[in-house]
């Protein structure tokens, strides 16, 4: 077999799968670590565009209205779904080099 015995061989593989399981253990935990930050953000997002639309109910029902109430409604509205959006393009971007097929960080 060469230099390397079949043994040699064998726990060469094992260290190298080992390594491997390792890193995509530590990948798969930020990978977690990410959506769960992600997710926060967009409740975050979402509650205080719902709060603003509360408030603006709450205005108009004692005849007050405000359009800059609105406008930020929708435009925290818009932040939500554009983080949402990220978050799926990037973890498809993440997982994959560009055009490499390898796994980077």
């Known amino acids: 077999?060469?230099?390397?015995?079949?043994?040699?061989?064998?726990?060469?593989?094992?260290?190298e799968v080992r390594r491997m399981s390792a890193e995509l253990d530590r990948l798969t935990a930020e990978v977690a670590e990410s959506k769960t930050v992600m997710a926060s953000?967009?409740?975050?997002?979402?509650?205080m565009a719902a709060?603003?639309?509360q408030v603006q109910s709450e205005l108009?029902?004692?005849?007050?209205?405000?359009?800059?109430?609105?406008?930020?409604a929708v435009d925290l509205d818009v932040s939500a779904n554009d983080l949402a959006a990220a978050v799926a393009a990037?973890?498809?971007?993440?997982?994959?080099?560009?055009?490499?097929?390898e796994v980077v960080a």
């Open 41 to 47: 953000a967009k409740v975050l997002i979402e509650g």
């Open 90 to 101: 990037n973890t498809a971007a993440e997982e994959e080099g560009p055009g490499t097929g």
């Open 60 to 72: 108009a029902a004692i005849g007050v209205t405000n359009a800059t109430l609105d406008t930020l």
């Open 1 to 15: 077999m060469g230099v390397f015995s079949k043994r040699a061989l064998l726990e060469a593989i094992f260290t």
């Open 51 to 53: 709060r603003l639309v």
